[in-house]
């Protein structure tokens, strides 16, 4: 059961440093005040309402465009920092005893129990409470 939970918490905690260090990009395409579209790292898809560019010797009515293209960019860590020049002597000789009485000084596993086949007695030659004649009462 240590083990286990031990080995998830190790998994978990490698996924959060890698996670964090991660960049991205979400772009979302809305249309009309709804969202249509969202991709992670590629642009994301056009609903196929977008206003046609008219030549420039037509003159034309400007219209607001009613599809909109929102980009945001996740900044990463660029370098992961430890503070062990912050903690104190005391401090990290407690927490270095602290993980040597964790790991040495208590069980690791549980031990396990024997296991005894059922103890199966010799067979009766002679009953010799039936040949005595005596019985408890």
């Not at 709804?34 to 590629?42: E, L, Y």
């Not at 009613?66 to 990463?76: A, L």
């Amino acid at each position: 059961m240590q083990k286990t939970i031990k080995h998830t918490s190790s998994f978990v905690l490698a996924l959060l440093v890698l996670c964090s260090t991660f960049s991205f990009t979400i772009n979302e395409h809305i249309c009309g005040g709804q969202k249509m579209s969202m991709a992670i790292g590629i642009p994301a898809e056009n609903c196929g309402m977008e206003m046609e560019q008219s030549p420039s010797n037509i003159t034309t009515i400007q219209q607001t465009p009613c599809c909109n293209d929102i980009s945001t960019f996740i900044q990463g860590q660029n370098e992961l920092q430890s503070n062990y020049n912050d903690i104190s002597f005391t401090t990290q000789t407690f927490i270095k005893a602290f993980v040597y009485s964790y790991i040495y000084i208590l069980p690791a596993e549980d031990q396990e129990k024997a296991v005894y086949k059922p103890y199966i007695p010799p067979p009766l030659i002679k009953d010799i409470q039936l040949l005595s004649e005596t019985f408890l009462i």
